[in-house]
């Protein structure tokens, strides 16, 4: 079983979409029963709120469903819990490291990482607006992380 956490700031934005993204992705290739996939924030501010309106209205726009997600907060049980904890950009690291404490297993990635464009960061589409610009950069970054994952199993 390979569990992946996607963590933003927030947790009703962009981790969101990447989680269902990758659900999608895993699911498409048939491989969804070997994995667990969810999504957390790194700040208090959200807790219990639902998807971001922007962020459901482009992963219906692209066919992918959404469901009944509630913003969480990343705890430090997490790292343990989980293979791959993947941050939307370098604010979300540095808060990731905060509530779980150091990376001593490299279970911390940015998504951006296996797209190719290494240490680039998504943009927040909470400040943005631009929720097709947040959806076309975690597509690439899930793609990369999803074949990535593949050659290693």
Same mark, same amino acid.
């Given at each position: 079983m390979i569990k992946v956490m996607f963590v933003?700031?927030?947790?009703?934005?962009?981790?969101? $979409?990447?989680e269902y993204i990758f659900k999608y992705m895993v699911k498409e290739?048939?491989?969804e029963k070997d994995f667990i996939i969810n999504s957390s924030a790194t700040s208090c501010e959200e807790l219990g709120n639902p998807v971001h309106r922007g962020t459901k209205k482009?992963? !219906?726009? $692209?066919?992918?469903?959404?469901g009944d997600h509630r913003a969480v907060r990343l705890t430090k049980a997490d790292y343990d819990a !989980?293979? !791959?904890?993947?941050? $939307?950009?370098s604010s979300n690291l540095r808060n990731i490291e905060r509530i779980t404490g150091?990376?001593?297993?490299?279970?911390?990635y940015l998504l951006m990482d296996f797209s190719g464009r290494k240490g680039q960061?998504?943009?927040?589409?909470?400040?943005?607006?631009?929720f097709d610009d947040t959806y076309n950069d975690i597509y690439e970054g899930c793609?990369?992380?999803?074949?990535?994952?593949?050659?290693?199993?």
């Open positions: 933003c700031h927030g947790n009703i934005c962009r981790s969101p $979409m990447a290739k048939g491989i482009k992963l !219906y726009e $692209m066919g992918i469903p959404c !989980y293979d !791959y904890l993947i941050a $939307m950009d150091e990376d001593t297993e490299n279970k911390v960061s998504i943009a927040d589409p909470w400040y943005t607006g631009n793609k990369g992380l999803l074949n990535k994952i593949c050659k290693s199993i």
